[in-house]
């Protein structure tokens, strides 16, 4: 037996989320038992745990869209016993059971095998959010980062934390865009140069271009800020977005794409190729600074889950929550 958060739904369609004990015979179907070491905290988690269940298809659940750990067992000739391993994506934690307990049963396509230079910790420090910060800075890379400051949006949650360091880290001046002033010294703290205030992207204009500005945009948030960040970037910039924090629409014109040639790049981190996911991984072993990780870091344990899943829904968290599901 062993630990896990488990959701379930009662018959009025009510959900709780508690730690319980379960057994191995309880997975799932998979290739592969984890022993899962760490997980952490997004915002699909929150989505998860609180009121109606979100994105969960199946009850009892467990949620956890990520985990790193190490193969306790496994039929698929390309891990054994040992290795060391991350996983992000692939639905897990939504329709799957995730990475909120201590063993998980998963695909052995799903995994990666966890690159040099990273433990299993540091991995869930980057964990889903950082993967797709660093797919969001390939994205822009592979388009041509233009001169000026690369501009990211909801700088001080997951993506945003992780992608500020790495473009630092890679050399671009960084502007980071945040709703929090009490944010600021953490920013500057992860290589930003420049704090933006949310409130300057939300101001409404009727104008579908304006200064060209950003040389690049990681945009985490989506809705009515992205529309307004198009108007601004620079000639054949791209924005590689990620969230929708701010919604699903776009109340955009095809102004900045048709007369600055904008690149609107959609990153994806769920249903990415293996190679991709390698190379990503490989690329945050060199390229994130990993005296930054720390600072990022807020630990947690299963049972503060319930709370957080709650508060990240939020926008109440900072940088990432590293769950140690052993604690």
């Not at 037996?1 to 369609?13: I, Q, R, S, T």
């Not at 400051?149 to 997951?158: D, H, N, Q």
């Not at 001046?173 to 929090?180: L, M, P, S, Y």
């Not at 994806?268 to 690329?283: G, I, K, T």
Request: proline share 5%; with cysteine; net charge negative.
């Amino acid at each position: 037996m062993f630990n896990a958060l488990v959701v379930e739904k009662d018959d009025e369609g009510k959900t709780s989320a508690a730690v319980q004990q379960i057994s191995e015979d309880q997975l799932p179907e998979g290739d592969v038992v984890v022993a899962v070491d760490y997980s952490t905290v997004n915002y699909k988690d929150g989505l998860c745990i609180g009121p109606g269940g979100g994105l969960v298809r199946n009850y009892p659940h467990v949620p956890g869209i990520d985990l790193a750990g190490t193969v306790e067992s496994s039929s698929d000739d390309r891990y054994k016993a040992g290795d060391k391993v991350v996983l992000t994506g692939w639905r897990v934690g939504e329709v799957h059971w995730g990475g909120y307990a201590q063993k998980a049963r998963v695909k052995a396509d799903w995994l990666v095998p966890l690159p040099d230079g990273l433990d299993t910790r540091q991995a869930m420090a980057v964990g889903t959010a950082g993967f797709t910060a660093m797919l969001a800075v390939m994205a822009l890379e592979d388009h041509g980062i233009k001169d000026g400051p690369v501009l990211v949006t909801g700088a001080a949650g997951g993506v945003g934390s992780v992608a500020t360091a790495i473009l630092a880290k890679l050399g671009h001046e960084v502007a980071a865009v945040t709703g929090r002033p009490e944010t600021s010294d953490y920013l500057t703290g992860l290589g930003a140069t420049q704090i933006v205030a949310r409130e300057e992207l939300n101001e409404t204009t009727k104008r579908p271009l304006e200064a060209e500005t950003w040389g690049g945009c990681v945009d985490a948030v989506g809705g009515d800020m992205l529309a307004r960040v198009l108007g601004q970037m620079k000639y054949g910039a791209s924005v590689s977005a990620v969230g929708l924090a701010g919604g699903a629409g776009l109340p955009a014109t095809v102004i900045p794409f048709l007369l600055r040639g904008v690149n609107l790049l959609g990153i994806d981190s769920v249903m990415q190729p293996f190679e991709n996911r390698q190379r990503a991984w490989q690329r945050i072993a060199s390229d994130l600074p990993m005296d930054k990780l720390d600072a990022m870091i807020e630990p947690a344990v299963l049972s503060d889950l319930p709370k957080l899943g709650k508060d990240i829904l939020k926008g109440q968290v900072r940088g990432r929550v590293v769950v140690d599901v052993n604690a």
